[in-house]
């Protein structure tokens, strides 16, 4: 992933994402990590995400003017991929850090497992 800091953005492809809608891939969430806008094709969260966030463009799936449309719009914008890269990063930094997450779902499966004990002794 080193060489991808050399890169401008990302393109991230519906076909190469199998993935539930309601999901976010883990591959956009890893470039953006690295300040790096997407381009992308992917439904769901992930294109609400980018929209949202303003972390890059999606594009329409199979439609390759679409897509040229955004790489052109990236290649004259300059400015605007730079911020759209920070603000991946920052997203990224906020809401997807390993360690928060872990803690998290850690804290979550705690309270199964209290939950779990106090229907075991009331049963």
Known sequence: MVRLQNADSVKIEELAIRCWPPCIPNKPIDYM???????SSVSG?????????????????????????????????????KEMGENACRLVKQA????DISNSYADFLVQIAKNSQREIQVG
């Open 33 to 39: 990590g690295l300040g790096l806008p997407v381009i």
């Open 45 to 81: 969260q992930l294109h609400d995400m980018i929209e949202k966030y303003d972390v890059g463009k999606n594009y329409e799936a199979g439609n390759p003017k679409d897509l040229a449309k955004r790489i052109v719009w990236f290649h004259s914008n300059r400015g605007r991929l």
């Open 96 to 99: 997807f850090l390993a360690d």
